[in-house]
């Protein structure tokens, strides 16, 4: 898990127990790591926050936060999301209880391979049991660097070790078969300087082999270190944008193209009835904002016809979810001209507004095309970082009334995206939280499966809003970093998706 020169050549391999424990503190996304998530576990309303670790194998914090105070225990456990590891189910552990606020419940699980996972967590209480199943995408996105001084330690300590293991071999030789009080002859000194040739060219050769294997871990390492997959775009006849999905520049030819390679994206599932969910947003003010949905041509080309809008370097967000349930957004950039083309129509959307940081979107309302207005019901405290909140909206009609006639947008009440004015983060939440519902309704045919007949009477139905909508939509997410951010809350009226706007700068 160490970069080339994090550690010196000599010693990793005598000292691995103590590294792995160095290596290990306590992805549909872009620079939001976290998994959020709100819903049912049987008769108990909860909000969990998965915290992903840096590398994996690794140690994931679970937080679990219940409605009311109605919960006396929670277990959590990772398994496998499909396959065969989504069948055998670990031993859960205890999840500790807040002493100060008894609805929190914290604890942590390993997270022992790549790829889709699954946290399952069981709770106990005065209504009987619940459970549900949170996807999690287990990736490394670093390689942790060992500091100087610790390096610097362990490399005196093997050199310790080595010279100590010849000095000890050497003297047994030398003088182990005299007695007491005799001095070695040139016979046992002889036979001393022979093991000490030999006690040095083993202990060289098991260091060196130590090096060789540590370099053939390291490439295996960073090669599972996930890379945003990229794509380029071509502007074609008719204002038809083509996308393909672009392998990533490698540094080491010994490492496979692996999370970038152009085959990547040619096991897709639909996620709200699309393959691939694009999110284009004008550069640098961030004034023009899209929600579009292009058709698969291809194992690694996408192609849609773009909607009316001006020139510009536009920002791309393609979120897409493989067959195991694994979420990826693949980014990238493109220079277009003005495309005289027609409004978005079905599932697509837009939005043109000021630019971010203008203070036009700084408040906690948001005018509506249709004349109406959608509300942030904001926090009094300020935002923190790596804090979970439920991000709450109203949508009122031209006299300020809750609008009674809210509909499903692709199935769900409503759907938001969180960016950072600089674009290191990128995040497309629902109601239900950070989870794509794809990979959610994998989670969900988990429990159905394996659950037995009490726990499939208590599943509900987590992905489909229901056909009469309340005004005020959620959403639970947590930032991931200070900054400034924008934030785009679509839902739909009258058929129509209308995008409110709110600018909000995070501590």
Known sequence: MFPPGSLKRWYPHCLLPLLLLVAFPAAAHVGSPDVYYEGDAGPYHLFITVRVPQVVPGVAAVEVRSQLNDVTQVRILALGLTGAGAKYTPSPETAERSKQDPQFFTGNIWLMEFGSLQVRVQVDGAHGKGEVSVPVPAI???????????????????????????????????EGELAPGAKPVERDRRRGRIVLAVAAILCFTVLYGGRRWWDAEEVIANANIYQVPQMSATLEAGGQLLLSVQPAKQQNRELPRGWSDPSYVADLIPD????????????????????????????????????????????MFADVVHQTGFPTTIVGEVELPDIPGN???????????????????????????????MVWERPATPLKANTPTIF????????????????????????????????????????????????????????????????????????????????????????????????????????????????????
């Open 140 to 174: 490394s996105r670093q390689a942790l660097r060992m500091n100087r001084p610790l390096a610097g330690i362990l490399f005196a300590l093997t050199l310790v070790l080595a010279f100590g293991a010849v000095a000890i071999a050497t003297a047994a030789a030398r």
């Open 272 to 315: 709200h009835n699309h393959l691939m969910h694009l999110f284009l947003v004008r550069l640098p003010q961030m004034d023009r904002f899209l929600h579009l949905h292009p058709d698969k041509t291809s194992s690694s080309q996408f192609l849609l016809r773009l909607p009316q809008l001006p020139a510009g370097r536009y920002q």
């Open 343 to 373: 409004p978005p129509g079905s599932d697509d959307s837009e939005w043109a507004g000021p630019a971010i940081l203008s203070g036009a979107n700084a408040g906690p309302r948001c005018p509506l095309p249709d004349g109406g207005q």
């Open 392 to 507: 709450r909206f109203r949508v009122e009609d031209a006299e300020g009334k809750p609008v009674p006639d809210l509909q499903p947008y692709m199935g769900m009440a409503a759907h938001a995206e969180f960016v950072r004015s600089d674009l290191t983060v990128f995040a497309h939440v629902h109601p239900s939280g950070s989870v794509p519902m794809a990979a959610l309704e994998l989670a969900q045919q988990g429990l159905l499966a394996y659950g037995g007949p009490e726990q499939n009477a208590m599943v509900s139905d987590m992905a489909m809003a229901p056909a009469s909508l309340s005004p005020e939509v959620s959403f639970p997410y947590g930032f991931p970093k200070p900054g400034d951010y924008r934030l785009f809350i679509q839902v739909k009226r009258a058929g129509q998706v209308e995008t409110g706007v709110f600018d909000v700068h995070v501590q």
